[in-house]
């Protein structure tokens, strides 16, 4: 479940960037390039894992309050492990979000995703898939095709004394599709339910955000049969922005915590027939992130935006073990400029570097990088 939730943030990731500067009345399109690889030493299973993504997103405006928003992308994912590489590549599902501001206070979008992605995994391209959807290392895409689904969601927001208070409330509908190429197996993802309570303040020149999130989910179905019940997951995220200079600073911080979850694994006899199900309990997982992002005048109007981050996993197995826990530091920044007069380009780079504990309980040294380009563009 967590592989298929980022998958769908990733695909969008551009688009939320394209969409935050738009005016209403112009069509924005952005497209970009990401890359992100990391070295691993010996003992997690995998020396290297790299992603290379192309997404691109459009924005076009159907009136003074109605916007239709397109993301799609193309991604190649490379996997080395005891000196072979295993790749998958192709493009991802296309997603759909129509949005309607029914008042200045409340927000209503309908979206969709269409199964254009390679959802259809033979073996190797499942060690890769395995790989990148490994929250630690912050893949933006894992699968890439996950099926169609389907998501309403409103949200409405008031003052209340010197606060903002706003909630929102989404579900999706997610439909069913063919994940492997070995075997014969139909697989649902279970819908899901979202609910967020967000509360801000102005405080002099600054302006401090907290929220909460609650997400929950019906059972993924294998072959019309009970697979795996995910746990309930919460998250509970803070900011404060600040002017600092010319530039205003953002101090940020996070919470994710996931439930731990029931897999059903089917007992079959000497014929194939399932004669039982048993259920096993899955990993308690708490992923927590602290960091900040700034702006720092460099001359000629230009500014670096310098973006540091950590982040911390707690991964607790039903028999004690933390396989799986880890921390990752990130530092870099992004260089926005203005080319040909009408094209914002922003070049960004960082560098990684952590520790995952490995079945063992060895903590393993992981180092990365990420460099992505972005140019965007109204008309």
């Known amino acids: 479940m967590i592989a298929r939730v980022r998958g769908a943030a990733g695909a969008i ?23 992100m690889g990391y070295t691993f030493d010996e003992g997690l299973g995998a020396t290297a894992a790299q992603l290379l993504m192309v997404p691109v997103a459009l924005r076009l405006p159907l009136g003074d309050a109605i916007a239709l928003d397109v993301a799609a992308s193309w991604a190649q994912g490379k996997i080395e492990r005891d000196n072979t590489t295993f ?89 069913e599709f063919e994940p492997s190429a070995d075997q014969d197996l139909t697989y649902q993802p279970g819908n899901e339910t979202r609910v967020r309570l967000g509360f801000d303040r102005n405080i002099g020149n600054s302006t401090f955000t907290m929220g909460g999130t609650v997400m929950d989910y019906s059972s993924d179905l294998a072959n019309s049969r009970n697979l795996f019940q995910a746990g309930r997951r919460m998250s509970f995220d803070a900011t404060y922005a600040f002017r600092a200079g010319a530039g205003v600073w953002t101090i940020y911080a996070a919470d994710m915590i996931r439930e731990n979850g029931d897999l059903t694994l089917s007992i079959v006899d000497d014929l194939g027939s399932i004669v039982a199900d048993t259920a096993i309990t899955t990993a308690k997982q708490n ?8 702006s720092i005048g460099v001359g000629s109007g230009f500014v670096f935006r310098p973006h540091i981050d950590f982040k911390m996993q707690n991964r607790t197995e039903p028999d004690g073990s933390d396989e799986g826990s880890g921390w990752m530091l990130s530092a870099g920044g992004d260089f926005p400029v203005r080319v040909f007069g009408g094209y914002d380009f922003f070049p960004k780079a960082r560098l990684l570097y952590g520790s995952i504990t490995n079945g063992a309980g060895d903590g393993i040294t992981v180092i990365g990088a990420e460099f992505t380009a972005t140019v965007r563009w109204a008309f």
């Open 13 to 35: 990731a551009l688009a939320t960037a394209v969409m935050a500067s738009a005016v209403s009345a112009q069509i924005t399109i952005g497209i970009g390039t990401d890359y």
């Open 87 to 175: 790749s998958l590549q192709g493009p991802t599902d296309v997603r759909l979000k129509l949005s309607w501001s029914a008042t200045p206070w409340a927000l209503v979008s309908f979206g969709a995703s269409l199964p254009t992605g390679n959802s259809m995994h033979d073996g190797e391209e499942a060690i890769v898939a395995s790989v990148l959807a490994t929250d630690l290392l912050g893949f933006r895409e894992s699968t890439l095709g996950t099926g169609a689904s389907l998501t309403s969601a409103v949200a409405t927001a008031a003052r209340v004394g010197g606060w903002g208070v706003g909630v929102a409330g989404a579900y999706s509908v997610r439909g």
């Open 287 to 294: 992923l927590m992130v602290a960091g900040f992002v700034g």
